[in-house]
């Protein structure tokens, strides 16, 4: 198993090692000295050793490029990174769930071995697997070994029920990822349930986390806030802190994919938050998202029209540009607006707002008046 990556990344050149959020970066000409070396099984080179070792303390004196080093070439579109639901279902029954019906259905193993490699294809360096639940697909293991072993830096976005089993721990301890991202409900077990809506909950909760601290995994925590848990905020917060993991907010709550309202009334007003005037974002333009069928959109949210990556392969994403500037186009529902240009969220999610029927204050300045 490689221990770097070298690879394209838009215009630059970067050595990339697994589980790091770190680079290294190098000019054209030594990549291009390193695919020649490469192909001749020669030793890693002397200007090459010392960066690698300072920025990682691993010593590749005297050691072979093709043991070491993974090399990636560049995709035909400018896709660097990806996002992929491996499934829709979840173990949880979270009161603000975006995802309505929890359906675990998608691809089978193939299938996501075939996606993967159209992912890799497609130049995608950084991978997101989420879900649903990843942790729970059977086929998790399989492919998250696999998106490792093409090349891809990968974060997990996960709940954590499932890292107090010692073969989940073992999996992301031998493969590490770039980040593992986990969403937390409240800093007690009464609360953490009641938005949850599962039982013992809580306490598998504890135990992965806890066990995540102590394997040294990249951690990230999401703190959900809504109705059920405000008043544990900060007690939340402080639990990050104790632990010494960074920690982002999230209060705002979306529709269902299928723009549906239910989640929206678990929103904790006091915690809503003013976003910045949106001005715009790489989606389907050096980002894509993959949903459990393997149909790639602009993301999450914008998902429709999409791509069959399983029956097109790589080349059905040349559409994903057009079809992202058609839906970025401040029209269907806001035309003739005056305050368009400082609008607060992209188009396809105002979409999914208005068929949701949500407040206008949640996501239009003209609900600020």
């Known amino acids: 198993m490689h221990e770097l990556v070298a690879t394209p990344f838009g215009d630059r050149r970067l050595i990339l090692r697994p589980g790091s959020t770190k680079a290294v970066r190098i000019s054209h000409a030594r990549f291009g000295e390193l695919r020649t070396m490469a192909s001749t099984a020669s030793s890693v080179p002397q200007w090459l050793i ?12 005297g050691r072979h490029i093709n043991d070491v080093i993974l090399l990636r070439e560049a995709g035909p579109y400018e896709f660097s990174r990806a996002t992929w639901e491996i499934n829709l279902g979840c ?118 986390l806890h066990g995540a601290v102590a394997a040294g995994l990249n951690l990230d925590l999401s703190l959900i ?44 007003p006091e915690y809503l938050t003013h976003r910045q005037p949106f001005t715009g974002c790489p989606a389907g333009v050096a980002f894509f998202h993959a949903d459990p069928f393997g149909r790639a959109s602009i993301c999450k949210v914008g998902r429709e029209p999409n791509i069959d990556l399983i029956a097109e392969g790589v080349e059905g994403l040349a559409r994903l540009g057009g079809i992202a500037e058609s839906l970025m186009l401040r029209t269907g529902g806001c035309s003739g607006c005056k305050l368009s240009s400082t609008c607060r969220v992209c188009r396809p999610m105002a979409k999914i707002l208005q068929e949701a029927e949500a407040p206008l204050r949640n996501y239009c300045r003209h609900g600020e008046r």
């Not at 690698?52 to 010593?59: F, H, K, N, S």
């Not at 998250?144 to 107090?164: D, I, K, W």
């Not at 010494?244 to 705002?252: K, L, M, S």
């Open 50 to 61: 010392e960066p690698v070792r300072t920025q990682w303390q691993l010593d590749l004196t």
């Open 91 to 208: 173990d949880l029954d979270c009161v603000m769930c975006y995802l309505g019906k929890k359906r675990f259905e998608g691809l089978d193993m193939n299938g996501k071995r075939k996606l993967l490699a159209v992912m890799r294809d497609a130049g995608v360096i950084w991978l997101q697997i989420t879900g649903g639940e990843p942790l729970i697909d059977p086929d998790f293991p399989e492919s998250y070994q696999l998106a490792h072993e093409l090349g891809m830096q990968v974060e997990v976005l996960s709940n954590g029920s499932r890292l107090h089993k010692d073969h989940v721990l073992d999996l992301l301890r031998s493969y590490p990822p770039t980040k593992l991202t986990l969403s937390l409900y409240g800093a007690t077990a009464d609360t953490y349930e009641a938005v949850t809506r599962r039982r013992g909950a809580f306490g598998r909760f504890r135990a992965g």
């Open 225 to 268: 806030i809504v109705r059920r848990n405000a008043h544990e905020a900060e007690a939340m917060r402080d639990w990050a802190r104790q632990l010494g993991v960074p920690f982002r907010e999230y209060a705002n709550i979306s529709p269902t994919i299928h723009g549906s309202a239910e989640p929206l009334p678990q929103q904790s």
